[in-house]
């Protein structure tokens, strides 16, 4: 995609005529055109004139099935869709410079000193409007008085014009595509690059056109953060047996555990006082005491504990590990305390508090 080849003057169809299957017969059939482009027979009736609402994923799919290299079939495409607008919107004629003369009013001045041209037998009121040249009549902006812009934005409207994925051009799409797979492609490096078109159709990011120089498209770092994180679950790519995790997923498992120790010290206060707490308090609270695998994996894979988190070495009993038997069971007596659905039924919970009597008393 970093250097593609020259065109050659064909069509997409063409190029699909040109293909010869196994069997000797030429091009492919409805069936597997549409297969391979991933469109509708519909789709594909309007893909035939106007190649530019197809998408790169599929292009890059079809490529594949005629045996041909992604560029060739991008370079036809582009090259149809420049030859189809030059038909239709032929360049116009460059009309020959109007003369200047020395301003003589003030209202000559302000239209530039340009003075339209008018036949010696005609008035200037019966001239057609389409021999005038229009040009308006506007004063020149003071000096004293610049324009409320930034110099940061000047740079950035000067230099780099913000399209959206929807609207943009399949040539900018293609750009886009090339430069982020320059940007990312270390990161995995044997995707093909179907799944990055399609990473990048379904994404639908913005993307910035540079204005001058050699025509750049390119995406925000977001964007670009956004796109790898799709990448990296592709169905491609090898799955690995074990996880690579960030530091900064530590820090945030470490913070989930926290309020999960907290929310099962806040269990025995609920527990005391059920109708002190409203339902959103109740849920939120028993939701963080239940635990989650994740930050327990996350926590052992960098050699940490829940158990022993916070605790200077020493484990925590059952009874205040989150997501354990016995704080589950503490969350079903709160949730149904006569005994919830079904014959299903819990011992009651002894007694909180010093002032606690013997087990099983009230």
């Known amino acids: 995609m970093h250097r593609l080849p ?15 299957n ?37 292009l890059f799919s079809l490529a594949e099935r005629l045996g041909v290299t ?23 004629t460059v009309q020959p410079r109007r003369q200047r003369s020395r301003p003589a009013t003030p209202e000559a001045a302000l239209n530039g000193g340009l003075v339209p041209e008018v036949a010696p037998d005609t008035t200037p009121d019966l001239v ?55 940007a990312l492609s270390g990161h995995f490096p044997p995707l093909s690059l179907a799944a990055w078109a399609k990473a990048l159709d379904a994404l639908q990011p913005d993307l910035w056109v540079e204005t001058e120089g ?12 956004q796109l790898l994180q799709h990448l990296a679950r592709s169905k491609e790519l090898p799955k690995l047996e074990l996880t690579v995790y960030s530091p900064e997923s530590l820090l945030m498992a470490r913070r989930l555990a926290y309020y999960s120790c907290w929310a099962v010290e806040a269990l025995t206060e609920i527990e005391r006082n059920p109708s002190a707490y409203g339902h959103c308090v109740r849920d939120l609270i028993f939701r963080l005491a239940s635990g989650h695998s994740t930050e327990q994996e996350v926590l ?27 704080v589950q069971a503490r969350i079903f007596r709160l949730n149904w305390p006569n005994g919830g659905p079904g014959s299903f039924r819990l011992p009651p919970r002894p007694p909180l508090g010093p002032q606690a009597g013997p087990l099983g008393t009230a």
Not at 6 to 20: A, D, F, M, S, V
Not at 25 to 33: M, Y
Not at 301 to 314: H, K, M, Q, V
């Open 6 to 20: 020259k065109p050659n003057g064909g069509t997409l169809q063409e190029l699909i005529t040109r293909h010869i």
């Open 22 to 58: 196994p069997d000797g017969t030429p091009g492919l059939p409805v069936r597997e055109l549409t297969e391979a482009l991933q469109v509708s027979a519909e789709t594909l009736q309007v893909a035939r004139r106007q190649p530019e609402n197809l998408s790169l994923a599929s």
């Open 70 to 92: 992604p560029g060739e079939i991008v370079v036809t495409v582009f090259d149809q869709i420049r030859r189809q607008r030059q038909a239709s919107h032929p360049p116009t």
């Open 128 to 182: 057609p409007a389409n021999e005038v040249e229009q040009t308006p009549l506007t004063a020149p902006t003071p000096v004293s008085q610049p324009q409320p812009q930034t110099e940061a934005d000047a740079f950035a409207e000067d230099l780099a014009l913000k399209v959206a994925y929807a609207n943009a051009t399949l040539p900018q799409r293609a750009h886009a595509l090339a430069s982020a797979q320059q």
């Open 214 to 225: 050699e025509p750049q498209v390119t995406l925000e770092h977001p964007a670009l953060e």
């Open 300 to 326: 052992r894979a960098f050699g940490e504990s829940i158990a022993t988190l916070n605790t200077n070495g020493e484990p925590r009993s059952d009874d205040e590990l989150p997501g354990s038997t016995s």
